[in-house]
């Protein structure tokens, strides 16, 4: 029987790596720039990590069903955090669309549904069932994808293989109890009735106390950092709110217990463990005596034999280190997709991380790096659209407002106009990094920023002969930064532009 | 297995800034920061830039920049050879622009792979409270600084 699946092995310009949504992202994006590439995964569909995970059923980023804008309108991705985005109506599959629309936070069914449709509207090609084995260079620099279908040769690789590996920290015993991953395929029933120790405070933690407090006795849990929730804090901190129920629980005494803890041990007992920790508040030393012991400690990149090629790693191995276009820092033409991006941290102005270890951020990334692949790799010239010198102050205060990339991407991603020989031009959605660190000509980015007051603003990164300097501006009432004030200062300042 | 970078055992307790820490203060204070990673040139403090984080450097090196040109700390010094400032494992840097709420007077730029501790700049304050310890390390490094500015490593 012949296989009649699609992208067979050979020799291609590019392969993705991985049909998730920042592997179908990409593809979807560089096949509209007539970048032709394979999409292979090991998976037998699409949706990468939303075909198992959230556990619990439902995300923690929202989808408003019904927003101040048209659902599907390039401004309606700002109150969607979920859906890919497309350039043509015809190819969207919104989440909202296949959302019961008795919750803002879409489940992962509803999830996977969007992806399933979005591959289909947006002719997304994949291969499925075919799963990365191994990686290697031959002499002419091309990459070589050993599969379990045989070998793919390719320029440029794109790994979009998910941050969902676990990882332990080095706390003896910790290696005999099982992570949220194993949680996930296991379930919960085991936990009914019992004393459980939750070691992390993050999302994935409280995600299962959250789930936990109908079924545990009794819950714990354990990290050396004290909480900050995104509610008290105004930055996306864990806990986010859909999980804040067990705070509210502890502090109310009703059974769960959230304490700041450096763990030294797991033991190991005939009916449960015996959890030896240090209070980091000062409270001493104590021994928990649990039933249950589940690590919730984080995540790491699946970079298979990667590391190998000469892929360089930080953040105690979990994170490839990436260029401003998710390049890896050490091999060129490597780059990765997905929530892997938040390797790359942006400009973390005001402290805020990049957005992009979630859906609502990377699809953003995505459609800037197809770009850059395009340009860098395969001669693709970007278009460049001449804007109107006398609109264009309106055009970057419109921007400011409504441009779903840059509300997803605070200070990471920004409109970018750039003047030359008294034409205006623009560049798109560009990292903004990379445009407060490069040369060229005159040129304004807008973005918009959270400050330490909670105040979201615009801010305009205005390089004139060569020096960059950052101009932010007022906040407004309903984050409409269409004002007279604003429109005359930037004007002031597009006005000394190209000269 | 190709060179890549070294993977840095981060071991707070090596580091001047928190040697005075025990063991459990450490745990503590190791998830009070993110880990970051930047290229050969690439810019970690903007100067002019407002917004900026605490840095704490884990490997690799920086380049201290005012107004695009290396810092000379010696110059001030009569008779005394130039001598720019590289920053190396141990050092911090942001922590000025982020304690007097104001734009940051000098870029600091990578000089090789580094890896970093970075901390957002409004939860300095609050940190250097919970860990006077750290506070008191900080104020002796930064004021060695001024004492000795050829020397201040």
Not at chain 1, 49 to 74: E, K, N, Q, W, Y
Request: negative net charge.
């Amino acid at each position: 029987m012949s296989d009649e699946r699609t992208s067979p092995p050979g020799e291609y310009p590019l392969v993705i790596v991985g049909s998730g949504p920042g592997g179908l992202q990409l593809s979807y994006d560089l096949s509209r720039l007539g970048i032709e590439h394979a999409l292979i995964s090991k998976d037998s569909g699409p949706g990468g990590m939303f075909r198992r995970f959230p556990m619990f059923g439902r995300l923690i980023t929202c989808s408003r069903p019904h927003a101040i804008v048209d659902c599907g309108c390039p401004a309606y991705f700002r109150y969607d955090w979920n859906s890919l985005v497309t350039e043509d109506e015809t190819d969207q599959a919104l989440v909202t669309e296949f959302m019961d629309g008795d919750n803002y936070f879409p489940s992962r069914a509803e999830m996977e549904s969007s992806f399933a449709a979005f591959v289909e509207r947006g002719g997304v090609d994949a291969r499925y069932d075919c799963t990365w084995e191994s990686t290697r260079r031959d002499d002419d620099g091309s990459f070589v994808l050993g599969t379990s279908d045989g070998e793919y040769r390719a320029k440029v690789l794109v790994f979009a293989v998910g941050m969902i590996e676990p990882w332990r920290p080095p706390t003896p015993g910790i290696e005999d109890v099982p992570h949220y991953v194993d949680i996930a395929e296991s379930g919960i029933d085991y936990l009914r009735e019992k004393k459980v120790f939750i070691i992390g405070k993050r999302n994935s933690a409280f995600e299962i106390a959250n789930g936990l407090l109908a079924h545990a006795c009794q819950l714990i849990l354990g990290s050396p950092h004290g909480v900050r929730p995104s509610i008290t804090t105004g930055f996306p901190t864990a806990p986010r709110a859909r999980y804040v129920q067990p705070l509210e629980d502890a502090r109310f005494g009703g059974g769960t217990f959230v304490v700041d803890v450096a763990l030294e041990r797991i033991e190991r007992t005939s009916d449960g463990y015996k959890v030896h920790a240090d209070g980091t508040s000062g409270l001493g030393k104590v021994v928990f005596e649990v039933d249950e012991v589940i690590a919730c400690t984080g995540f790491a990149t699946g970079l298979g034999d990667l590391r190998d090629l000469g892929v360089e790693t930080f953040y105690k191995d979990r994170l490839p280190t990436q260029t401003p276009y998710w390049e890896s820092a050490s091999v060129p033409g490597i780059y990765f997709a997905g929530s892997a991006m938040q390797g790359q941290a942006g400009m973390r102005k005001y402290g805020w991380p990049s957005h992009s270890a979630s859906v609502g951020g990377f699809r953003f990334n995505a459609q800037v790096q197809a770009r850059h692949i395009a340009a860098e790799h395969f001669g693709y010239e970007p278009a460049r659209p001449e804007v109107d010198p006398e609109s264009a102050v309106d055009y970057l205060l419109s921007q400011a407002t409504s441009e779903a990339a840059i509300w997803s991407q605070h200070s990471n991603l920004a409109r970018k106009l750039t003047v030359e020989n008294g034409a205006v031009y623009d560049d798109g959605i560009s990292v903004l990094m990379d445009f407060v660190d490069s040369s060229g000509p005159d040129a304004i980015a807008i973005t918009v920023e959270t400050t330490l007051e909670g105040e979201i603003q615009p801010c305009a990164y205005v390089r004139r002969d060569g020096d960059v300097r950052e101009e932010p501006f007022d906040p407004a009432w309903m984050n409409d930064f269409r004002t007279e004030d604003n429109r005359a200062r930037l004007g002031e300042i597009f006005a000394g532009l190209g000269g | 297995m190709a060179e890549g970078l070294p993977q840095v055992d981060i071991d707070l307790a090596a580091l001047p800034l928190f040697s005075v820490l025990t063991s459990t203060e450490l745990d503590a204070v190791t998830q009070e920061f993110d880990e970051e990673y930047a290229q050969p040139g690439e810019r970690l403090l903007r100067e002019g830039f407002v917004g900026t984080g605490f840095y704490v450097v884990i490997s690799g090196e920086a380049d201290w920049l005012v107004g695009g040109q290396r810092v000379d700390r010696s110059a001030t010094l009569i008779g005394s050879p130039p001598k720019p400032v590289t920053m190396r494992r141990g050092d911090w840097f942001g922590e000025l622009s982020v304690l007097f709420g104001e734009p940051s007077i000098s870029d600091v730029v990578a000089l090789t792979s580094m890896q970093l501790l970075v901390m957002p700049g409004h939860e300095l304050e609050g940190f250097l409270f919970r860990y006077p310890k750290v506070m008191f390390q900080l104020l002796k490094g930064d004021a060695r600084r001024l004492r000795d500015p050829e020397r201040w490593r």
